[in-house]
């Protein structure tokens, strides 16, 4: 069981870069969601998503855009990398509210 | 708004020994969700426990319990018997709705030999 994949896991982007990172769930879950993990800050909810074709704002979300276009994948976008989006990233999905599933996490970099 | 908060940033135990993590949170809703989340080194959030604020027994997972007190808004994680696995960051984290899962800023939690 694949569960919930990330991708890539790692990455370093100088600054005024973009990516994607790319999250892709099998277990048919509605909801979905982006965090990213920074010390002593616990995880600070970035965008989700509680269905295909559906996005909201989280508590950070300055400085990054979501799609969800199809119900199994969430895609985290960097449209102009900084320094303070290096973080850990974790992509999580769930069916309601009775348990979040995560992937590995990603570790990026902006230099 | 609802927020959680872990006020124990460091603990550390000694190996077969007993620690408590504490954790409150806020809310105005009455029911809802809460969970443990343990995230060892190799960064994987992996789910210890889960209570249901309905319920009115304390959930139990082998070595972990909870002391669920709704009135209070705590909610705290009881490891037994420590052992070296349970080395790890220590999350504890809220829903209402399951838009949302909030989280704690964390306890990291050191098992001694």
């Known amino acids: 069981n694949a569960g919930v994949t990330q991708t890539p896991k790692f990455r370093v982007l100088k600054t005024g870069q973009s990516m994607t990172l790319l999250c892709a769930q099998d277990?048919?879950?509605?909801?979905m969601y982006w965090y990213r993990q920074d010390p002593g800050m616990g995880l600070r909810l970035i965008h989700y998503?509680?269905?295909?074709?559906?996005?909201a704002k989280g508590e950070v979300p300055d400085g990054y855009n979501v799609s969800r276009l199809k119900k199994q994948n969430f895609l985290l976008g960097l449209e102009s990398a900084a320094p303070s989006q290096t973080s850990v990233y974790f992509c999580?999905?769930?069916?309601?509210?009775?348990?979040?599933?995560f992937g590995q996490g990603t570790r990026l970099t902006v230099v | 708004a609802q927020t959680v908060t872990q006020s124990q940033p460091e603990m550390s135990v000694q190996e077969a020994e007993t620690v408590t993590l504490s954790c409150t949170y806020d809310t105005s809703e009455n029911n809802y969700y809460l969970f443990w989340y343990k995230q060892p080194p190799s960064r994987q959030m992996i789910l210890v426990i889960r209570?249901?604020?309905?319920?009115?027994q304390n959930a139990t997972e082998n070595r972990f319990s909870v002391n669920f007190q709704k009135a209070a808004k705590s909610f705290s994680l009881k490891i037994s018997d420590s052992q070296l696995g349970d080395t790890a960051m220590y999350f504890c984290?809220?829903?209402?709705?399951?838009?949302?899962?909030?989280f704690g800023t964390g306890t990291s939690l050191t098992v001694i030999p």
């Open positions: 998503s509680v269905g295909e074709g559906t996005t």
């Open positions: 277990m048919n879950h509605e909801y």
């Open positions: 984290a809220f829903t209402n709705t399951g838009n949302q899962f909030y």
């Open positions: 209570q249901e604020a309905y319920k009115q």
């Open positions: 999580a999905s769930s069916y309601s509210w009775f348990e979040a599933f």
